[in-house]
């Protein structure tokens, strides 16, 4: 792409290849891809800009860091509970100004070594930003819900549904951001936790919870195309 050429990344989960073929090599699939590409038909992938790539890794990076600062706090409040007969929640161990960990470890040293927490801010917005790039190369808002794994999967004949389609298609990363997004949604905001309550007495909490991230990645889409302010009334109308 710097010396002038244009540059096609092919979709390997949207290329079927004839089964029917006898021999199968590198030399032989460079043609294969080539015709597809000469037909019009080869799937293909969206090539993020260079200039942003070190950003959004180091946001990926952040994702992480996350994970496991959650797996570090959850591993603690399981040693807690072991040892002292108590619980501890998530929001006095990461707190910097008091420590509450080391006064019930104190008199087990070994223990105590393991209540050391990094904290780490939220920066969700910054994800979805950074992980959908250009908006225009959605066309449609399904197309964007869809690469952010907000839309089921379903391979249908003649009104039958005949098994699922590739779920880990799309974005993984904006997957979990929309999710984790729908969750302090629920939490805080009065028409999203009656929406999510609705929701799920008609269905299971796990449904209502994606219908919720579902809502959010639709207005996220005409939020950046349009550049538009949130509108809650148009969410929940």
Known sequence: MDNGYK???ANPAGIQKDKGLKYSGDKHDAFW???LLRL???AEGYIYPKEWRPVRDLLRK???LVRLRTSLINSLQGIISRNCGCSLTGGKIKRERINHITSLLASQEDL?????VPGIGRILSLTIMLETGDISRFDKVGNFSSYCRKVPTSWTSNGKKKGHGNGKNGNKYLAWAFS???EFFRRYDE???AFYNRKAAKTNFMVAHTALAHKLCRATYFIIRDEVDYDPDKLFS
Not at 112 to 116: D, L, P, R, V
């Open 112 to 116: 105590a070594m393991s209540g050391t």
């Open 40 to 42: 019009g038909i080869l």
């Open 7 to 9: 540059v096609h990344l």
């Open 180 to 182: 984790e997004a729908a």
């Open 191 to 193: 028409s999203a936790r």
């Open 62 to 64: 952040r994702g992480h």
């Open 33 to 35: 891809l080539a015709r």
